[in-house]
């Protein structure tokens, strides 16, 4: 299933790689590229030039509102806005897996070696590389030092006291996320160094997973015939290369931490801002075989050429006491971290770093609320915890190692998968702890619904589950700065509910409490031009808030259109609901989420303007799509609703609500024939109804409806909204077309393609691919047997981000097949966590890969009665429940 085509890009990343050496314990699988790499395609971002003739005079007003609005944003209140079509980032082909667990800030570390992307502050990304973090090695032999070099390939033109340019043709980097590799080759030296990078991100865990540090652990192997010693340095500049780093007033100081019979030493380096103070920690653990030495304080500018030679005279550095002194305002100060060891002939030895960060509790951009991370429930919360993280990061990452390997190993040794689909499956996982994610605990005076009780309809002012594992947000995208944008966290969600569901159902709680709450205010809609409310009742919302606002507390970031009017955003939370109860069979969580379910269907239903079953789109982007205009019935928002109809006549039967469910099942029964009455035309769904021009394209998302039911184990014939020779029909049309007249089947499937086998250019996202639709659509395929068009599909989208357009640790939202991306870092390709295998042992349910390998409760499959029936002994569950915890009668 790996094509040849495939194979040469992944041959060429490592091309101009010389050496022979293939590092320490390094995996097969993963994503790997020569440290010399340079990628032929320079892509650049979306822009208003790139819009074409007809699509400028459509939305001219959009234009003219946006920019009166972005003025006012950036110039007066002196604001980033959540999405700034004028600074659209560059593509900086450098990253790599970022350090750190979930929630608690994250530091990007390129592939190069760099210390590049910074979200300390809470989804306020910022994007420098900061020169003076670096690993130097150095090698001595009987007293005397023979080779000191910066593993870095970098020429600054500071620092030029130190020895740089390294030769990245003797070094690779090899990513299996939450791990990656690093090795060096030193030329001449017959030495090879290999830095593992650990973080821990750990499915199923609640605690370490959150943590703020990541370990570093070099092997050394010494292929001489002499002994060598062998000293690492850590360099660390306090600060991100953000200008408040010359604000003045931050110092640093040694540590030395003993507890349990362990101890580490190492420097804390106290950035002292008025908001959102941290502090940096690098440490080492001591060990009677390794040498820990310090340089407490040194100025990261000039040649820096004083620290370089205290290295050089003995591999070690002078390790002064006491604090250094505040800087004064223009000036940075930087530490220094060096371990050596002795490493005998032909024999390997190892010395470990760790890097800490402490910023326990955290404003957003509005100051007004305080939030408490949630690795301070187990380190405190007072901003001394950086030593402690440290300690138990260096003493328990084998442990973290031990748990990841068990998670990814039944994969990587599954000889059926292709090797791509294994980088994919586990490299795009980054965007869970670098998706700008916070992860914090509920404050004690949090309301979660506003004030709607759950015998009003809403739910606990706060829910037992966000109380003990707290609230979870990620952003859209690192450019589109919106947290939980839903619509979007409907295909990624997956990552969620399959590695770590109590945080899926902490989303899904607080966006059920949103559901209930209004926000009257008026404000601009800057598509239409019209005023309305920021947030109606009994809808869900688009997101919870913009970090540089006040996120749960002010919803709706987005007010490009009044989502109020969206056609899939219910809906999509009516499927996760049921998606998620499946998973997790957690009969509680089904009857908190019923009343909201109701509530959001009966919103929608006032879709359906002529009564005939089937929702109709309104003439104007009103979906996810929200660049591309439907009118009438569809095959996106109408397949949603049937497959919601689908999910609630389920749940009306598990909540033994016999007027529900036949409620909806006559809506089901009508609207089913109305879909393919309107839309079926022999060979796919037509995009909409409308009989306009471009009523006929193929949507490559066209299936997503029945995508999400078979993602959620229903297929008894009760719960089916599409005929299964349609459907396979339908996929068959898509890939013919979208994919594989599409860019010679090699990126993916297009948004909207034309019958006659060219792209929908009738607006600037029906030509885009959107990699997470795709990842879904060949989940889809797959489901429904087509393995083979299925992984063609998804290695298009994978080949092209990963190998072809240096797009790694920054999948974006969208490209089209020439020339332009749209939005890097995106929340949509965790949809890869669809990906499904038939599964036998689970009744013949095709569940996604994961369930086998990630989902550690077995007992969460043994709710079966007859030919694989959960109804039965749920049924009798949720009777043992007490029902009164909000469900409304009909």
């Not at 592939?111 to 809470?122: A, D, H, I, K, S």
């Not at 003990?468 to 947000?473: D, I, S, V």
């Not at 998973?583 to 909201?596: A, G, V």
């Not at 969208?814 to 939005?823: D, H, P, T, V």
Request: hydrophobic share 35%.
């Amino acid at each position: 299933m790996t094509s040849e085509w495939g194979e040469k890009s992944t041959v060429d990343l490592m091309s101009r790689y010389v050496s022979k050496e293939m590092g320490h314990g390094v995996p097969k699988e993963g994503w790997r590229i020569c440290l010399a790499h340079e990628f032929k395609e320079k892509r650049k971002p979306f822009q208003a030039k790139d819009v074409s003739l007809s699509n400028v005079i459509d939305h001219v007003g959009l234009g003219i509102r946006y920019l009166k609005w972005w003025y006012k944003k950036t110039q007066v209140e002196k604001k980033a806005p959540f999405i700034d079509m004028f600074r659209a980032l560059p593509l900086r082909q450098i990253y790599g897996a970022p350090l750190g667990g979930i929630g608690g800030g994250s530091i990007t570390r390129g592939w190069r070696g760099e210390f590049c992307r910074w979200q300390l502050n809470p989804g306020m990304y910022h994007y420098k590389t900061v020169i003076a973090n670096q690993f130097t090695v150095c090698l001595r032999r009987g007293g005397q030092t023979v080779y000191q070099q910066v593993l870095s390939v970098e020429r600054p033109p500071t620092l030029q006291g130190w020895n740089w340019g390294y030769c990245g043709e003797y070094a690779f980097y090899h990513a299996l996320y939450p791990r990656t590799w690093t090795v060096y080759q030193l030329p001449g030296q017959n030495v090879t160094l290999t830095c593992r990078q650990i973080s821990p991100v750990i499915p199923h865990d609640y605690q370490d997973s959150s943590l703020p540090v990541a370990v570093f652990v070099w092997d050394i192997e010494n292929k001489n015939d002499y002994d060598l010693d062998v000293s690492i340095m850590f360099t660390m500049v306090n600060g991100s290369g953000h200008k408040d780093d010359k604000s003045g007033g931050h110092w640093n100081e040694p540590f030395h931490l003993e507890k349990n019979g362990e101890a580490v030493s190492g420097i804390l380096l106290h950035h002292c801002t008025t908001v959102n103070p941290y502090t940096l920690c690098i440490a080492a653990r001591e060990q009677p075989d390794r040498e820990v030495s310090h340089q407490t304080a040194f100025s990261p500018k000039g040649t820096c050429s004083d620290l370089w030679s205290d290295m050089i005279t003995d591999g070690r550095l002078d390790s002064p006491t006491g604090s250094s002194s505040p800087t004064q305002k223009g000036e940075k100060v930087a530490g220094a971290l060096a371990v050596g060891c002795s490493v005998p002939a032909h024999k390997l030895n190892s010395l470990e770093f760790c890097l800490a960060w402490d910023m326990p509790k955290i404003t957003f951009g509005s100051r007004e609320r305080e939030h408490v991370r949630r690795y301070a429930r187990y380190f405190g919360a007072k901003g001394d915890a950086s030593p402690s993280l440290s300690h138990h990061a260096l003493t328990h990452y084998k442990q973290w190692e031990k748990a990841i390997e068990d998670w990814q190993k039944p994969i990587l040794q599954d000889s059926s998968l292709p090797s791509w689909y294994k980088s994919a499956l586990f490299n795009e996982l980054y965007f869970v702890a670098d998706g700008g994610t916070v992860w914090v605990e509920l404050s004690e005076d949090a309301d979660v619904s506003g004030g709607v009780r759950t015998e009003d309809g809403g739910v606990p002012a706060q829910p037992a589950l966000i109380k003990e594992y707290g609230r979870f947000a990620y952003l859209e995208g690192q450019e589109y700065r919106m947290y939980n944008t839903y619509d979007v966290h409907f295909y990624a969600s997956f990552a969620l509910i399959m590695l770590w569901p109590k945080l899926a159902l902490s989303v899904q709680y607080d966006i059920a409490g949103t559901v209930v709450q209004q926000d009257p205010t008026e404000r601009l809609y800057l598509m239409n031009g019209r005023y309305s409310p920021v947030k109606t009742k009994n809808v869900v919302p688009h997101d919870i808030g913009d970090p540089d606002d006040e996120p749960w507390q002010r919803l709706n970031a987005y007010l490009i259109h009044d989502t109020a009017d969206w056609k899939d955003l219910n809906l999509k939370f009516v499927l996760q609901v049921y998606r998620d109860f499946h998973l997790t069979q957690d009969s509680q969580y089904l009857l908190d989420m019923w009343p909201i379910c109701q509530a959001v269907m009966e919103s929608e239903s006032k879709f359906d303007q002529d009564g005939d079953g089937l929702i109709e789109n309104s003439g104007y982007a009103d979906q996810t799509y929200d660049g591309w205009a439907v009118t009438g019935a569809s095959a996106y928002c109408g397949g949603l609703w049937l497959a919601s109809l689908c999910v609630m006549c389920k749940m009306a039967r598990l909540v033994d609500r016999e007027e529900a469910y036949q409620r909806y099942k006559d809506l089901l029964d009508r609207g089913s024939a109305a879909f393919d009455k309107l839309l079926w035309n022999g060979k796919y769904y037509n995009y909409d109804s409308s009989g306009r021009e471009l009523s006929n394209s193929v949507m490559s998302d066209q299936c997503a409806g029945h995508w999400f039911l078979r993602a959620s184990g229903l297929e008894e014939e009760a719960y089916q909204a599409f005929p299964k020779e349609k459907i396979r029909c339908a996929l068959k049309s898509v890939f013919d077309l979208n994919v594989m007249s599409f860019s010679e089947g090699h990126m993916g499937a297009v948004n909207g393609m034309r019958p006659e086998g060219v792209p929908d250019r009738s607006s600037v996202q029906s030509d885009e691919v959107w990699i997470g639709v795709v990842y879904g659509l060949a989940a889809t395929m797959i489901h429904e047997g087509m393995l083979e068009e299925g992984m063609r599909t998804a290695e298009g989208c994978y080949r092209t981000v990963w190998e072809r357009l240096g797009m790694a640790f920054q999948t974006p939202e969208a490209y089209c097949e020439k020339n332009i991306y749209r939005s890097l870092a995106y929340m949509r390709p965790l949809s890869t966590l669809t990906e499904p295998k038939h599964e036998p042992s689970l009744g013949g349910i095709p569940g996604v890969i994961w369930i086998r390998t990630l989902l550690n409760n077995p007992s969460m499959f043994e709710f079966k009665g007859q030919n694989g029936d959960q109804s039965g002994r749920l049924f009798e569950e949720l009777r043992n429940v007490k029902l009164g915890h909000g469900i409304r009668g009909d």
